[in-house]
């Protein structure tokens, strides 16, 4: 079994920062990309940043500059610095893997069960 677990979510107001962790764990072989996703209120999924396990990183093009992703391959984490949040940020926050348990299987995706932030004063 292969969990991910988030942390870091709250309230902040608008112009805060707030830093997103998720740790994954379980059989795990191997995790390429690690990346995060964002869904707010009647509005699909969206993309926020991935990150491969060479450190190549890529950004929703709205969210450049305020977002950076990390990750520590040795804690198979995965970070996400929010700076200058804004209340059109405010969204359930998803991490996301893509890792391989048995050596004869592909990559498959995995999800955390999301965190919550919300922007406002």
């Known amino acids: 079994q292969v969990q991910l677990v988030e942390s870091g979510g709250g309230l902040v107001q608008p112009g805060g920062s707030l830093r997103l962790s998720c740790a994954a764990s379980?059989?795990?072989?191997?995790?390429?990309?690690m990346g995060w996703y964002r869904q707010a209120p009647g509005k699909q999924r969206e993309l926020v940043a991935f990150i491969t396990s060479g450190g190549t990183t890529n950004y929703a093009d709205s969210l450049k500059g305020r977002f950076t992703i990390s990750r520590d391959n040795a804690k198979r984490t995965v970070y996400l610095q929010m700076n200058s949040l804004k209340p059109e940020d405010t969204a359930v926050y998803y991490c996301?893997?893509?890792?391989?348990?048995?050596?004869?299987?592909?990559?498959?995706?995995?999800w955390g069960q999301g965190t919550q932030v919300t922007v406002s004063s």
């Open positions: 379980g059989s795990i072989l191997g995790i390429n990309t």
């Open positions: 996301n893997a893509r890792i391989i348990t048995q050596p004869w299987e592909h990559y498959s995706d995995y």
